[in-house]
Protein backbone atom coordinates (compact mmCIF):
# COMPACT_ATOMS: atom_id res chain seq x y z
CA UNK A 1 0.00 0.00 0.00
CA UNK A 2 1.57 3.17 -0.70
CA UNK A 3 2.39 5.49 1.96
CA UNK A 4 -0.93 8.20 2.03
CA UNK A 5 0.40 12.00 2.84
CA UNK A 6 -1.02 15.18 3.23
CA UNK A 7 -2.91 15.81 -0.03
CA UNK A 8 -4.72 18.58 -1.03
CA UNK A 9 -4.47 21.15 2.06
CA UNK A 10 -7.57 22.97 2.03
CA UNK A 11 -7.08 26.44 3.93
CA UNK A 12 -10.09 28.23 3.94
CA UNK A 13 -10.00 32.09 5.27
CA UNK A 14 -9.55 32.64 8.75
CA UNK A 15 -12.44 34.36 10.03
CA UNK A 16 -11.90 38.24 10.76
CA UNK A 17 -13.23 40.04 13.34
CA UNK A 18 -12.56 43.83 13.36
CA UNK A 19 -9.27 42.88 11.86
CA UNK A 20 -8.63 40.36 14.62
CA UNK A 21 -7.98 37.02 13.62
CA UNK A 22 -10.93 34.46 15.53
CA UNK A 23 -10.45 31.14 14.12
CA UNK A 24 -9.31 28.67 11.62
CA UNK A 25 -9.78 25.62 10.16
CA UNK A 26 -7.29 23.62 7.97
CA UNK A 27 -8.36 20.65 6.12
CA UNK A 28 -6.23 17.68 5.61
CA UNK A 29 -7.18 14.44 3.55
CA UNK A 30 -5.43 11.14 4.82
CA UNK A 31 -5.26 7.82 4.16
CA UNK A 32 -6.56 5.12 1.41
CA UNK A 33 -10.22 6.39 2.35
CA UNK A 34 -9.37 10.33 2.14
CA UNK A 35 -10.97 11.06 5.44
CA UNK A 36 -10.43 14.60 6.50
CA UNK A 37 -8.67 15.12 9.58
CA UNK A 38 -8.90 19.45 10.66
CA UNK A 39 -7.33 21.39 12.70
CA UNK A 40 -9.09 23.96 14.66
CA UNK A 41 -7.15 26.56 15.75
CA UNK A 42 -8.41 29.80 17.90
CA UNK A 43 -6.86 31.93 20.24
CA UNK A 44 -3.24 30.52 20.34
CA UNK A 45 -5.22 26.57 20.93
CA UNK A 46 -5.92 23.73 18.55
CA UNK A 47 -8.48 21.02 18.29
CA UNK A 48 -7.59 17.61 15.86
CA UNK A 49 -10.80 16.69 14.89
CA UNK A 50 -10.36 13.16 13.10
CA UNK A 51 -6.78 12.20 13.17
CA UNK A 52 -7.59 8.96 11.15
CA UNK A 53 -4.36 7.94 9.71
CA UNK A 54 -1.05 7.33 10.91
CA UNK A 55 0.82 7.98 8.29
CA UNK A 56 1.72 11.60 7.16
CA UNK A 57 0.17 13.26 10.20
CA UNK A 58 3.37 14.23 11.58
CA UNK A 59 4.07 16.73 9.26
CA UNK A 60 0.20 17.82 9.51
CA UNK A 61 0.94 17.80 13.63
CA UNK A 62 4.41 19.52 13.81
CA UNK A 63 3.49 22.80 13.05
CA UNK A 64 0.14 22.97 15.72
CA UNK A 65 0.56 24.32 18.85
CA UNK A 66 -1.66 23.66 22.50
CA UNK A 67 -3.47 21.42 21.09
CA UNK A 68 -6.23 21.33 23.59
CA UNK A 69 -8.20 17.96 22.92
CA UNK A 70 -8.43 15.62 19.80
CA UNK A 71 -12.09 14.58 19.05
CA UNK A 72 -13.04 11.81 16.88
CA UNK A 73 -16.70 12.47 15.15
CA UNK A 74 -17.11 8.59 15.42
CA UNK A 75 -15.24 5.38 15.88
CA UNK A 76 -14.68 4.05 12.41
CA UNK A 77 -11.37 3.13 11.90
CA UNK A 78 -10.56 5.48 9.04
CA UNK A 79 -11.34 8.21 11.24
CA UNK A 80 -9.55 7.10 14.54
CA UNK A 81 -6.33 5.40 13.31
CA UNK A 82 -3.91 8.07 13.50
CA UNK A 83 -4.97 9.08 17.09
CA UNK A 84 -2.31 6.67 19.13
CA UNK A 85 0.19 9.14 17.44
CA UNK A 86 -1.61 12.36 17.48
CA UNK A 87 -1.79 11.81 20.96
CA UNK A 88 2.02 11.25 21.14
CA UNK A 89 2.66 14.24 19.27
CA UNK A 90 0.79 16.32 20.95
CA UNK A 91 0.34 14.93 24.72
CA UNK A 92 -3.24 16.46 24.29
CA UNK A 93 -6.51 13.95 25.79
CA UNK A 94 -8.63 12.10 23.28
CA UNK A 95 -12.28 12.16 23.28
CA UNK A 96 -15.13 10.22 21.74
CA UNK A 97 -18.38 9.39 22.03
CA UNK A 98 -19.39 6.66 24.49
CA UNK A 99 -21.30 4.66 22.14
CA UNK A 100 -18.13 4.69 19.87
CA UNK A 101 -15.77 3.66 22.16
CA UNK A 102 -15.60 -0.15 21.04
CA UNK A 103 -15.66 0.57 17.57
CA UNK A 104 -12.69 2.78 17.99
CA UNK A 105 -11.53 0.05 20.00
CA UNK A 106 -11.82 -1.85 17.07
CA UNK A 107 -9.84 0.32 14.38
CA UNK A 108 -6.50 -1.69 14.65
CA UNK A 109 -8.09 -4.81 13.35
CA UNK A 110 -10.39 -3.69 11.18
CA UNK A 111 -7.82 -1.29 8.88
CA UNK A 112 -6.24 -4.50 9.09
CA UNK A 113 -8.97 -6.62 7.73
CA UNK A 114 -10.21 -3.95 5.13
CA UNK A 115 -7.16 -2.02 4.23
CA UNK A 116 -4.20 -4.85 4.74
CA UNK A 117 -2.38 -1.92 6.78
CA UNK A 118 -1.02 -2.01 10.33
CA UNK A 119 -1.73 0.85 12.43
CA UNK A 120 -1.60 1.42 16.34
CA UNK A 121 -3.88 0.32 18.59
CA UNK A 122 -6.57 3.20 19.08
CA UNK A 123 -5.76 3.79 23.01
CA UNK A 124 -9.65 4.42 24.98
CA UNK A 125 -10.39 7.77 25.07
CA UNK A 126 -9.41 10.50 28.12
CA UNK A 127 -13.25 11.75 28.24
CA UNK A 128 -16.45 11.15 26.57
CA UNK A 129 -18.84 13.62 24.72
CA UNK A 130 -22.23 13.85 24.97
CA UNK A 131 -24.82 16.28 23.57
CA UNK A 132 -24.89 19.68 24.61
CA UNK A 133 -21.50 19.83 25.73
CA UNK A 134 -18.98 21.90 25.24
CA UNK A 135 -15.04 21.78 24.32
CA UNK A 136 -13.23 25.12 24.79
CA UNK A 137 -10.66 26.46 22.63
CA UNK A 138 -8.42 29.50 22.76
CA UNK A 139 -12.38 30.90 24.41
CA UNK A 140 -14.07 29.24 21.52
CA UNK A 141 -16.87 27.05 22.58
CA UNK A 142 -17.07 24.33 20.28
CA UNK A 143 -20.34 22.00 21.14
CA UNK A 144 -21.26 18.75 20.81
CA UNK A 145 -24.61 17.91 18.83
CA UNK A 146 -25.24 13.88 18.46
CA UNK A 147 -25.99 12.91 15.04
CA UNK A 148 -26.18 9.43 15.26
CA UNK A 149 -27.31 6.98 12.30
CA UNK A 150 -24.00 6.79 10.57
CA UNK A 151 -22.90 4.66 13.44
CA UNK A 152 -24.87 5.19 17.06
CA UNK A 153 -21.83 7.26 18.86
CA UNK A 154 -21.96 9.71 15.97
CA UNK A 155 -21.08 13.30 16.58
CA UNK A 156 -21.06 16.79 15.17
CA UNK A 157 -19.00 19.53 16.59
CA UNK A 158 -20.69 23.34 16.42
CA UNK A 159 -19.29 26.40 16.58
CA UNK A 160 -22.87 28.51 16.79
CA UNK A 161 -23.63 31.47 15.25
CA UNK A 162 -23.44 34.32 17.55
CA UNK A 163 -20.40 32.95 19.44
CA UNK A 164 -18.39 35.89 19.50
CA UNK A 165 -21.55 37.75 20.62
CA UNK A 166 -18.92 38.81 23.78
CA UNK A 167 -16.59 40.53 21.30
CA UNK A 168 -19.58 42.24 19.58
CA UNK A 169 -20.48 44.06 22.04
CA UNK A 170 -17.85 46.92 21.43
CA UNK A 171 -18.77 46.51 17.06
CA UNK A 172 -20.39 48.31 14.56
CA UNK A 173 -23.45 46.38 13.09
CA UNK A 174 -22.01 45.68 10.02
CA UNK A 175 -19.12 43.82 12.08
CA UNK A 176 -21.72 41.84 13.51
CA UNK A 177 -23.65 40.76 10.34
CA UNK A 178 -20.46 39.92 8.61
CA UNK A 179 -19.40 37.31 11.69
CA UNK A 180 -22.81 35.54 12.56
CA UNK A 181 -22.31 32.41 10.65
CA UNK A 182 -21.32 28.95 12.22
CA UNK A 183 -19.44 25.94 11.49
CA UNK A 184 -20.24 22.53 11.88
CA UNK A 185 -17.94 19.79 11.53
CA UNK A 186 -20.42 16.61 10.44
CA UNK A 187 -17.66 13.53 10.00
CA UNK A 188 -19.66 10.72 8.36
CA UNK A 189 -23.25 12.36 8.90
CA UNK A 190 -23.81 14.56 6.11
CA UNK A 191 -21.43 15.17 3.00
CA UNK A 192 -21.61 17.78 0.59
CA UNK A 193 -24.12 16.25 -2.25
CA UNK A 194 -24.94 12.85 0.15
CA UNK A 195 -24.66 11.54 3.35
CA UNK A 196 -23.00 8.94 5.37
CA UNK A 197 -23.90 5.23 4.63
CA UNK A 198 -26.59 3.61 7.23
CA UNK A 199 -26.12 -0.03 5.73
CA UNK A 200 -23.44 -0.76 7.99
CA UNK A 201 -23.58 -3.37 11.52
CA UNK A 202 -24.30 -0.22 13.99
CA UNK A 203 -25.88 2.10 11.97
CA UNK A 204 -29.79 3.13 11.62
CA UNK A 205 -31.37 4.64 9.07
CA UNK A 206 -34.21 5.91 11.36
CA UNK A 207 -31.84 7.72 13.33
CA UNK A 208 -29.67 8.88 10.30
CA UNK A 209 -32.80 10.88 8.86
CA UNK A 210 -33.77 12.38 12.64
CA UNK A 211 -30.22 13.80 12.80
CA UNK A 212 -29.99 15.44 9.09
CA UNK A 213 -33.19 17.15 10.71
CA UNK A 214 -30.97 18.63 13.27
CA UNK A 215 -28.30 19.77 10.95
CA UNK A 216 -30.77 21.32 8.77
CA UNK A 217 -32.03 23.40 11.21
CA UNK A 218 -28.88 25.09 11.82
CA UNK A 219 -28.41 28.65 10.27
CA UNK A 220 -28.07 28.16 6.71
CA UNK A 221 -24.79 30.23 6.17
CA UNK A 222 -23.49 27.51 8.72
CA UNK A 223 -19.99 25.83 6.79
CA UNK A 224 -20.11 22.44 6.77
CA UNK A 225 -16.72 20.50 7.26
CA UNK A 226 -17.72 16.92 6.62
CA UNK A 227 -15.91 13.95 7.40
CA UNK A 228 -14.85 13.32 3.33
CA UNK A 229 -14.97 15.72 0.17
CA UNK A 230 -14.93 19.67 0.11
CA UNK A 231 -17.00 21.87 2.72
CA UNK A 232 -20.86 23.50 2.55
CA UNK A 233 -23.30 24.97 3.69
CA UNK A 234 -26.24 23.95 5.04
CA UNK A 235 -28.03 26.30 2.83
CA UNK A 236 -26.58 24.88 -0.29
CA UNK A 237 -27.61 21.38 0.80
CA UNK A 238 -30.92 22.26 1.88
CA UNK A 239 -31.12 23.21 -2.01
CA UNK A 240 -29.23 20.48 -3.58
CA UNK A 241 -28.71 17.35 -1.72
CA UNK A 242 -31.31 14.88 -2.55
CA UNK A 243 -31.56 13.66 1.47
CA UNK A 244 -31.79 16.89 3.05
CA UNK A 245 -34.62 17.81 0.50
CA UNK A 246 -36.25 14.34 1.15
CA UNK A 247 -36.88 15.37 4.73
CA UNK A 248 -38.64 18.81 4.11
ZN1 LIG B 1 -17.67 6.36 9.05
ZN1 LIG C 1 -15.29 7.96 7.00
Not at 89 to 109: N, S, Y
Not at 198 to 215: N, Q
Amino acid sequence: MKRAGTTDPYKPSPWYFAGRKMAAAQRFELGPLRANCYILEHGGEALVIDPGWPYGLEEVLRRVKRVKAIVATHGHFDHVGGVALAKEITGAPFAIHERDVELARRARELTLRYLGVEVPEVPPPDFTLREGEAIEVGGLEVRVIETPGHTMGSISLLIPQGVFVGDLLIASKRALSMTSYGAVFTGDTLFRGTVGRVDLPHSSAELMRESLRKLASLPRETVVYPGHGPPTTIGEELEHNPYLMDLL
